[in-house]
T-cell receptor, first 113, second 109 residues
Framework: SQTIHQWPATLVQPVGSPLSLECTVE??????LYWYRQAAGRGLQLLFY??????ISSEVPQNLSASRPQDRQFILSSKKLLLSDSGFYLC????????????FGPGTRLTVT | QKEVEQNSGPLSVPEGAIASLNCTYS??????FFWYRQYSGKSPELIMS????GDKEDGRFTAQLNKASQYVSLLIRDSQPSDSATYLC?????????FGRGTSLIVHP
């Protein structure tokens, strides 16, 4: 069966510090991968998606970047965090060329102070 | 701008009743539609998918899709307190989703 991991589970970082969040998927090959942010009381905002290694599409201009160095690894980064980057960051995967049903990881709760 | 609209609620129903959750979408090119349940502090979990007009039933859940009206709904029969959560509607054009902000459902004993 497929499993998706995210770490860390929680993170408190000062403004201006760098960020690296990692997501890995087990039990499937060549998945579509997604990064979302959910601010307090808000909906899911799609940040990035990837259909293959090195292929990243950005949905919104922002202070963040994403990379996919391996088939089942997706990384979200920032060089300098802003207060507005606080939120619940979720990684998700779906099977390519199929039903596009997405399955979410447990998430990382980021607080920028 | 692709949008998915949901009433934020909260929708309050008594235990055993039918809860009806609604969603409208703006992108006529949307092909797939999903309902996710999100408990407070947790990540969303997929509960229903629907791709063609009509009804789709899975246990206590029924999803309904009307592409002409750009409308999706979720019915939860015999609601239980454990169904209390936020329900997210998502519309996909190919593999790119647009999520609504969610409807909060409260099922009281």
């Amino acid at each position: 069966s497929q499993t998706i991991h995210q770490w860390p589970a929680t993170l408190v970082q000062p403004v201006g510090s760098p960020l690296s969040l990692e997501c890995t998927v087990e039990g499937t090959s060549n998945p579509n991968l997604y990064w979302y942010r959910q601010a307090a009381g808000r909906g899911l905002q799609l940040l990035f998606y990837s259909v293959g290694i090195g292929q990243i599409s950005s949905e919104v201009p922002q202070n963040l970047s994403a990379s996919r160095p391996q088939d089942r690894q997706f990384i979200l980064s920032s060089k300098k965090l802003l207060l507005s980057d606080s939120g619940f960051y979720l990684c998700a995967w779906s099977v390519q060329a199929a039903s596009y049903e997405q399955y979410f990881g447990p998430g990382t709760r980021l607080t920028v102070t | 701008q692709k949008e998915v609209e949901q009433n934020s609620g909260p929708l309050s129903v008594p235990e055993g009743a039918i809860a009806s959750l609604n969603c409208t979408y703006s992108d006529r090119g949307s092909q797939s539609f999903f309902w996710y349940r999100q408990y407070s502090g947790k990540s969303p979990e997929l509960i229903m998918s629907i791709y063609s007009n009509g009804d789709k039933e899975d246990g206590r859940f029924t999803a309904q899709l009307n592409k002409a009206s750009q409308y999706v709904s979720l019915l939860i029969r015999d609601s239980q307190p454990s169904d209390s959560a936020t329900y997210l509607c998502a519309a996909y054009r190919s593999y790119i989703p647009t999520f609504g902000r969610g409807t909060s459902l409260i099922v009281h004993p």
